[in-house]
């Protein structure tokens, strides 16, 4: 029985396991964490710039996601096991799995984003998205009405306060008596994915009087979108450039360049220019920015946008110094 | 009917559907063949479909105890995060014990925990006349929140922004088998997470065989099972089975903890079960509750989840829900199986055996 399924499966592997991609061609394989590529935001980032890398540099890319945390061990392995060149892993639950692959495959590049490691074959990339936050933060305190701003985040870890302390800050810089409302959807991943709660959130933040609240929470932003456009008031949106989501309800979006990171890391890992090791993006390498277009740009006066982009030059020459949650809480993140 | 055709029959059928299926989504359906043969006859894909069955062993027999006695225990999800978290906080209290002490006491307080998680139920309904689907269901959200406050605060890796415990310590590792047959010269399943707790789950699917079938244990809960109030009238003392049967069952869930922890992660990742307790029901149910059947038909639902994922990176239009609607195809062939075997029975004008 079992030696006749043998045969068949052997048989018809034999006739159809054509080469399915060019084996010239990079195999880089990419695995999301439990947002999805769908999110919109983080994940739909990473996605978008690996889609990229296949369409110019004529890559072969796979993506897996990953349903539970547990699983992420298992697709990193799936791609080490077919000798795929680079595996990039997003998010920082991947930190504990992609060190474990990375050791047991020491041939094979791994990108690593939002956490940090070390290992001879690891890049890893850390975001300053206290910068960004500190931008959208200045921009909310400008076009309050109510002197009353909101930020709700996903899940509460050291990461998502580091949002919470720049976009608080950069409020502060333009206005010291603003009030900041602060709301997390959970302590446990799941948060990430839970529109329904942050929508409860973002509700009871707009009937306390606060009329833009901004949104560091994966897909669960979905639902302060739609708060915001129940109760007409205004969200900020997080990783991806989200104006287009809600247009004329999302002020505008602390956009996260993790589609950049990725893109670039696979070019160089193409051009034999793989560099292993933690790289730091913000301001001032593009990565991380506010974002500006037809969606939002009725929203955002000249005055506003020339004020901002005012400080954000201070901040890329060091003139300004936004606070580092993980700095100041000298966390074993803050490497 | 032999069984070869029995088991031979639905089995093509079901690959003929999935064929189907993936045809419809575009794709070349000679994956099937690949992915079958990657996830059974690959080292690596064998090495995860044992990680996988193994906890499905656990479940399913948790599950088939108490099906036995007639009796419907839902709450092996509950029972299983209760051990896997009893193990961290043992090692948390007792990190430097050695390995010959650490591992036996790992193992029963996974069991323990999980046993005194099936207790509750099991009181409920023996001796107050609750329902015990209804109290097992609604005891799984109780331990689901709980072990996930246990998992982000008291025992919480204070190193990683992740949702999980600390690591415990090495004293309470359970070899994987690419460890442990070493001397051999061979890493055997490389680089998966299969450990020898796999054997474990095996000695007790032994275990629950004796206990039901050779043991007076056994006659008395089958007893209850064939006719609770005959059962009761013969004497059988059906509270004190009914909470004796959870206990075990929940201890047996307990044990997933021991292939998840003390085997392959070392420590609690939130949400780490995909929902192992309620496959437990399927797995038992396609075994018909026979413990020994139980671990083909974990093997069988392990492979579907290596499959899935196989599936998965061997095409581009099929996402890993492929393995729920696997699920689903291979559930209704078992729920149609007396119908089925009846009509072909008809057919061929042969007689039941």
């Not at chain 1, 080490?80 to 504990?96: E, K, M, P, R, T």
């Not at chain 2, 948790?62 to 978290?85: D, K, R």
């Not at chain 2, 001796?127 to 919480?156: M, Q």
């Not at chain 2, 729920?324 to 729920?335: G, P």
Request: charged share 15%; net charge neutral.
């Amino acid at each position: 029985m079992n030696s006749f399924l043998k045969a068949l499966s052997y048989f018809l592997l034999f006739f159809f396991s054509d080469a399915a991609y060019p084996s010239s061609s990079l195999k880089v394989g990419l695995v999301l964490d439990k947002g999805g590529k769908d999110d919109k935001s983080f994940n739909a980032s990473a996605f978008s710039g690996a889609t990229e890398a296949k369409k110019q540099l004529g890559i072969h890319l796979k993506v897996l996601e990953c349903q539970s945390d547990s699983a992420i061990a298992a697709s990193l392995r799936t791609f080490a096991q077919h000798n795929y060149d680079l595996i990039i892993g997003i998010g920082f639950v991947q930190q504990s799995p992609i060190e474990e692959v990375a050791k047991e495959f020491p041939n094979l590049s791994f990108l690593l984003v939002d956490a940090p490691s070390s290992l001879p074959n690891v890049r890893s990339v850390i975001f300053n998205e206290h910068e960004g936050s500190y931008l959208v933060g200045v921009i909310a305190a400008l076009t309050t009405k109510t002197n009353h701003i909101g930020f709700i985040g996903g899940m509460d870890i050291p990461l998502i306060r580091r949002f919470e302390r720049g976009f608080r800050a950069g409020a502060q810089s333009i206005e010291p008596r603003i009030k900041t409302l602060t709301y997390y959807v959970g302590a446990s991943s799941d948060a990430w994915r839970n529109p329904t709660k942050a929508k409860e959130l973002a509700l009871g933040q707009f009937s306390k009087g606060v009329d833009i609240s901004f949104c560091a929470a994966g897909s669960s932003c979905a639902g302060v979108f739609d708060a915001a456009e129940e109760s007409h008031r205004l969200a900020i949106g997080v990783d991806s450039n989200q104006n287009w989501v809600k247009p004329g309800f999302i002020l505008t979006s602390m956009v996260k360049g993790v589609d950049l990171a990725v893109f670039q890391t696979i070019e160089q890992k193409l051009k034999g220019r793989f560099k292993p090791g933690i790289i730091h993006l913000g301001l001032k390498e593009g990565a991380i920015s506010y974002s500006l277009d037809q969606y939002n740009r009725p929203l955002i006066s000249a005055q506003v946008e020339k004020q901002t982009n005012a400080i954000r030059n201070l901040i890329m020459k060091g003139t300004i110094v936004v606070p580092d949650y993980y700095k100041e809480n000298q966390r074993d993140q803050s490497k | 009917m032999n069984t070869v055709n029995r088991i031979f029959i639905p089995m093509v059928l079901i690959g003929l559907i999935t064929a189907g299926i993936i045809w419809a989504c575009g794709e070349n359906p000679a994956i099937l063949a690949e992915a079958f043969s990657n996830t059974f006859f690959s080292p690596f894909g064998l090495g995860y479909t044992i990680y996988y069955a193994t906890p499905l062993i656990f479940t399913g027999l948790s599950v088939a105890l108490c099906f036995h006695a007639g009796l419907f225990n839902i709450g092996a999800e509950g029972q299983l995060l209760w051990g896997s978290i009893a193990i961290v906080a043992v090692s948390h209290h007792f990190s430097q014990l050695p390995v010959f002490l650490a591992i036996p006491l790992g193992i029963i307080l996974a069991a323990l925990a999980g046993a005194l998680w099936g207790l509750i139920p099991g009181y409920l309904k023996a001796y107050r006349g609750s329902h015990e689907v209804v109290v097992t269901i609604l005891l799984n959200f109780i331990a689901t929140t709980w072990v996930g406050y246990l998992i982000l605060y008291p025992l919480k890796n204070p190193n990683t922004q992740s949702a999980e415990t600390e690591i415990i310590s090495s004293t309470y590792f359970i070899p994987k088998f690419s460890n442990a047959f070493s001397w051999f010269g061979t890493e055997l399943f490389r680089t998966t997470p299969a450990n020898l707790s796999f054997f474990i789950a095996l000695f007790c699917a032994l275990l629950a065989h004796l206990i039901l079938y050779r043991s007076a244990l056994g006659y008395e809960w089958r007893a209850m099972g064939t006719n609770f109030t005959a059962a009761r009238f013969a004497g059988i003392r059906t509270r004190t089975q009914t909470l004796c049967l959870f206990v075990i069952s929940g201890a047996f869930a307990g044990l997933v903890g021991v292939n998840e922890v003390m085997g392959s992660e070392h420590k609690v990742i939130e949400g780490f079960s995909p929902g192992y307790g309620f496959s437990g029901i399927a797995v038992a149910l396609v075994a018909e509750n026979n413990p020994l059947g139980i671990i083909a038909s974990a093997f069988l639902f392990g492979g579907l989840q290596t499959f899935a994922r196989e599936l998965e990176f061997l095409s581009d239009n099929i996402s890993k829900d492929i393995s729920i609607v696997l699920q689903a195809i291979l559930l209704i062939f078992i729920a149609c199986r007396p119908w089925l075997a009846k009509r072909l029975l008809k057919q061929r004008g042969e007689s039941h055996d």
